[in-house]
T-cell receptor, first 110, second 112 residues
Framework: GEDVEQSLFLSVREGDSSVINCTYTDSSSTYLYWYKQEPGAGLQLLTYIFSNMDMKQDQRLTVLLNKKDKHLSLRIADTQTGDSAIYFCAESIQNNDMRFGAGTRLTVKP | DAGVIQSPRHEVTEMGQEVTLRCKPISGHNSLFWYRQTMMRGLELLIYFNNNVPIDDSGMPEDRFSAKMPNASFSTLKIQPSEPRDSAVYFC??????????FGPGTRLTVL
């Protein structure tokens, strides 16, 4: 299909790892993105990965890219209550446009 | 830069009324996007403009929705007549063609 797909909800316990998965549609996407939306706020770019990379790590965040399966994941190590937010996967498409998934609402339980 | 500016931040209206949401993109950005976010459907792209011209409006739900961009620094999203199912948070975003989109704080619309 033409949708970027991700689960709508994920719940984890504080201190556990969170893994948010996404499948995208355009095999020619140059960049894949993760945006974060905190409660009551707009979306902000969290991290991104270039399509010729398999992995990108930034402190507690690890992004994995499987181009063959068009699968992107975001792993948050040692998840904290402050990580509770909605996380959006997005792909770059033609004309410098982006296509967003619907967002995964991460709930971190103490 | 003040970022993407949206107004109003909150709007409560009655069914049947006209609603106009406003957006000022970041200066110099040439692409502008309108999104709708609900709990049930997540984030949905409604329409986007490139150099003030609508490029893709396939996400606009129905004829009650219309969007305009009369100049590079202003866009409106209008709903007429509004219905309770239009209640959502509406986001405006802009980009300079360099991929990253910058989002406004959103307008929370409640239609009673």
């Amino acid at each position: 299909g033409e949708d970027v797909e991700q689960s709508l909800f994920l719940s984890v316990r504080e201190g556990d790892s969170s893994v948010i998965n996404c499948t995208y549609t355009d095999s020619s996407s140059t960049y894949l993105y993760w945006y974060k939306q905190e409660p009551g706020a707009g979306l902000q770019l969290l991290t991104y990965i270039f399509s010729n990379m398999d992995m990108k790590q930034d402190q507690r965040l690890t992004v994995l890219l499987n181009k063959k399966d068009k699968h992107l994941s975001l792993r948050i190590a040692d998840t904290q209550t402050g990580d509770s937010a909605i996380y959006f996967c997005a792909e770059s498409i033609q004309n410098n446009d982006m296509r967003f998934g619907a967002g995964t609402r991460l709930t971190v339980k103490p | 830069d003040a970022g993407v500016i949206q107004s109003p931040r909150h709007e409560v209206t009655e069914m049947g009324q006209e609603v106009t949401l406003r957006c000022k993109p970041i200066s110099g950005h040439n692409s502008l996007f309108w999104y709708r976010q609900t709990m049930m459907r997540g984030l949905e792209l409604l329409i986007y403009f490139n150099n003030n011209v609508p490029i893709d409006d396939s996400g606009m739900p129905e004829d009650r929705f219309s969007a305009k961009m009369p100049n590079a620094s202003f866009s409106t999203l209008k709903i007429q007549p509004s219905e309770p199912r239009d209640s959502a948070v509406y986001f405006c975003a802009s980009s300079s063609g360099g991929n990253e989109q910058f989002f406004g704080p959103g307008t929370r619309l409640t239609v009673l």
